[in-house]
């Protein structure tokens, strides 16, 4: 019997088999989402990430309950920098710069409050946690040896920001030949237009970098 489900997304529905599916839960950190983190120091609006929070939980739940694989991502530095690129550290006024102190610890900065993911989606025991220097979770990290050990064939890719970290991830995924499903309501971004222009980009051109759906959709799916 087999075991794969269909999900309603752009441009096509998506055929996946819930045992070789990871739910990859980007940068849900504290850093991103709170006020006095990276995001804010970087003059955004942090609350506008908020909207992804109780559409991850309810995929999450769905997906737990499903038996999928979920990993969740962190983006941040050791504290010395030494795997943080020059020219990332450049970036931003001097005084709120990566590594500088802030009201939640070191700004982007692994070990400190500002670099944990956010309370309301704290991975359960077991749950991978991968700590990224880049933007893209691949890349100076060990997720395709996990992926692949797993027999993952598909990746629900959600969390922040829609067109920076989950847009580089889903990038570095679909060249590695993964199938990548985003559910909108699930991603978010500082910029709302960057948000819509993100998704439209991954599914345009026959789904060039994957497929767009919603969590509704997917966990209908999973139903
Ligand atoms: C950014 C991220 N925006 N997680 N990181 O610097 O999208």
Redesign the pocket.
């Known amino acids: 019997m087999s075991t794969r489900i269909t999900v309603d997304a752009l441009p096509q529905p998506l055929t996946l088999d819930p045992a070789r599916t990871a739910v990859v839960i ?2 849900m ?1 504290r850093d ?1 989402i709170e006020p006095g983190g ?2 804010e120091s ?1 003059g955004n609006d942090v609350s506008l990430l908020r909207a992804a929070i109780a559409p991850c939980q309810a995929l999450l739940a769905g997906a737990r309950q499903a038996g999928m694989l979920v990993i969740h ?1 962190r ?1 941040g530095h050791r504290p010395d920098l030494s795997d943080a690129p020059p020219a990332k550290l450049e970036r931003g006024a001097p005084s709120l710069r990566i590594g500088a102190a802030g009201p939640m610890g070191r700004i982007l900065v692994r070990g400190e409050p500002g670099h944990e993911l956010i309370p309301e989606l704290r991975p359960l025991d077991g749950e991978p946690v991968i700590d990224k220097p880049g ?1 893209g979770a691949f890349y100076a990290t060990d997720l395709g040896a996990v992926l692949q050990h797993r027999g993952i064939e598909t990746l629900i890719v959600c ?8 847009h ?1 991830t889903v990038r570095e995924a679909n060249d590695r030949g993964y199938r990548c499903l985003v559910p909108g309501d699930c991603c978010a ?2 910029f709302p237009e960057f948000h819509e222009a993100g998704l439209r980009m991954i599914a345009a051109q026959g789904g060039i970098f994957g497929w767009v759906s919603d969590s509704e959709r997917v966990l209908a799916g999973l139903s």
């Open positions: 980007i940068d950190q991103f990276f995001g970087l991502t983006e933007k969390g922040v920001t829609t067109e920076v970290c989950v580089t971004s500082y």
